[in-house]
C-alpha cells in the first residue's frame, strides 16, 4: 500500500477531521512516517487510534511527536515491539514486563518534552489480538501516571 493516498486526504480534511481511527490496519513504519506530518496537522483531531499495528519504539515516538500538540481528547497507541519478547507467526507474544518498564520511562521523556495529549494510552495484545492491558500515561507533565496490571 502506498501511503500517498492517504497522506494526501489526510491534508485536505486537516482542519476538519475530529476522528481517526487505524487500528488493525498493518501499516508499516515507513508509511506511518510519511502519513505522520499529515497527521500533525488535523487541528481538530479529538479522538485518534492507531492500536493493533506492529510498530517500533522509534516510529511511536516520532508518532508521538507529531499528534502531540494536537488538541486530543484520546489518543490510543500499542506498545512498541521492543516490550515483547517475540513476535511468533506474525502475532505479539507475551509482553516483557522489564522490557515495557524501560519503554515506558522513555515514552514519559516524550510525553514531559512535548504538549502532552489529555490522555494516551498504550495497548498491548497477547497472541491472539485479544486486549491483554492498558497503560495509562496522563496529559498532565505535572502528574504523569502509568496503571493497569501486565
Request: glycine share 4%; net charge negative.
Amino acid at each position: 500500500m502506498s501511503p500517498e493516498p492517504l497522506q494526501v486526504h489526510l491534508e485536505k480534511v486537516a482542519p476538519t477531521l475530529e476522528t481517526l481511527v487505524l487500528e488493525f490496519c498493518e501499516i508499516t513504519e515507513s508509511q506511518l512516517n510519511a502519513i505522520s506530518p499529515a497527521l500533525g496537522h488535523c487541528s481538530q483531531l479529538k479522538t485518534f487510534s492507531f492500536c493493533g499495528n506492529q510498530i517500533a519504539l522509534n516510529a511511536l515516538k516520532n508518532l508521538l511527536s507529531h499528534t502531540g500538540s494536537l488538541p486530543l481528547e484520546q489518543a490510543k497507541y500499542p506498545a512498541p515491539l521492543e516490550s515483547f519478547d517475540e513476535i511468533l507467526w506474525g502475532f505479539w507474544t507475551e509482553i516483557n514486563h522489564m522490557k515495557f518498564d524501560q519503554v515506558w520511562k522513555e515514552l514519559m521523556q516524550l510525553v514531559k518534552d512535548i504538549r502532552p495529549v489529555h490522555d494516551i494510552q498504550i495497548y498491548s495484545y497477547d497472541c491472539v489480538l485479544h486486549l491483554k492491558h492498558t497503560d495509562f500515561i496522563a496529559g498532565n507533565p505535572v502528574a504523569i501516571r502509568k496503571t493497569g496490571d501486565y
